[in-house]
C-alpha cells in the first residue's frame, strides 16, 4: 500500500461544530484528492489538490474547505458540521493528472469515518 | 455532466461461479480504471484500460474496454471467497478529463 495515513479514522460530533479531517502522504505525489462515500453513492469527489496551495472544488464541495500548505498534507475542513456530512472520507493521491496516462491511477488512504449527531 | 452507471448494483453467487459487472459511461471516456473495495476496506487499483476494444486479464479477471469507449466490463471467471467486495470503475471523461466513480457493484460469495 501506497504511504497514505488519514486522521482521526473515526470520530463522533455534534451539529454546528467545526471539523478537520487529515491527510498525510509520504509518496511526493503531486495530486491529493477527498471524496466521500456513501450507500448508491460510490465515490464522490469533494476537493482536489494539483500542488501546494493550487485546489479545486469537485462535486460535492458545499459546505467543505481545503488547504494544502506543504506537498505531503492536504487538511479537509467541516466549518460547521451538519447531519447530511455524516460519512466515510477516503483521500487518495496520484503521481501525475489526467494528461499522463498510466500515472493519474489513484491510491487511497484507510479512511476516516465521521458521524455528526 | 458526466455520469457513469454500473450494474448490478448487488451480486450473490455460488463460490465457483462466473461474475460479471457492467460499466457505462454517457460520455466517451480516455480510460478507464477498475477499483476494488474489501469489506471496510479501501479502494484499491486494479487496471487502466486506454484503448478502444481493449482487453487485459489478470489471473482469473478479465477486463474489457467497449469499442465506442463508452463501456466496460470486468468478469470474474470461477469466484472465489477472496473476490468478495465493492468493485468500482473510473472514467475519466475525454473532453473535461475529470475522474468519475461509478457507484459499484458488491459481490458476494455464497460458500
Known amino acids: 500500500d501506497a504511504g497514505i495515513t488519514q486522521s482521526p479514522r473515526h470520530k463522533v460530533t455534534e451539529t454546528g461544530t467545526p471539523v478537520t479531517l487529515r491527510c498525510h502522504q509520504t509518496e511526493n505525489h503531486r495530486y491529493m484528492y477527498w471524496y466521500r462515500q456513501d450507500p448508491g453513492h460510490g465515490l464522490r469527489l469533494i476537493h482536489y489538490s494539483y500542488g501546494v496551495k493550487d485546489t479545486d472544488k469537485g462535486e460535492v464541495s458545499d459546505g467543505y474547505s481545503v488547504s494544502r500548505s506543504k506537498t505531503e498534507d492536504f487538511l479537509l475542513t467541516l466549518e460547521s458540521a451538519t447531519s447530511s456530512q455524516t460519512s466515510v472520507y477516503f483521500c487518495?493521491?496520484?503521481?501525475?493528472?489526467?494528461?499522463?496516462?498510466?500515472?493519474?491511477?489513484?491510491?487511497f488512504g484507510p479512511g476516516t469515518r465521521l458521524t455528526v449527531l | 455532466g458526466q455520469q457513469v452507471m454500473q450494474i448490478p448494483q448487488y451480486q450473490h453467487v455460488q463460490e465457483g461461479e462466473d461474475f460479471t459487472t457492467y460499466c457505462n459511461s454517457s460520455?466517451?471516456?480516455?480510460?478507464i480504471q477498475w477499483y476494488k473495495q474489501r469489506p471496510g476496506g479501501h479502494p484499491v487499483f486494479l487496471i487502466q484500460?486506454?484503448?478502444?476494444?481493449e482487453v487485459k486479464k489478470q489471473k482469473r479477471l478479465t477486463f474489457q474496454f467497449g469499442e465506442a469507449k463508452k463501456n466496460s466490463s470486468l468478469h470474474i471467471t470461477a469466484t472465489q471467497t477472496t473476490d468478495v467486495g465493492t468493485y468500482f470503475c473510473?472514467?475519466?471523461?475525454?473532453?473535461?478529463?475529470?475522474?468519475?466513480f461509478g457507484t459499484g457493484t458488491r459481490l458476494t460469495i455464497i460458500p
Open positions: 484500460l486506454v484503448k478502444s476494444g
Open positions: 460520455t466517451t471516456l480516455s480510460n
Open positions: 487518495a493521491i496520484s503521481e501525475s493528472g489526467p494528461r499522463r496516462q498510466g500515472r493519474d491511477t489513484q491510491y
Open positions: 473510473a472514467g475519466r471523461d475525454f473532453g473535461n478529463e475529470k475522474l468519475t
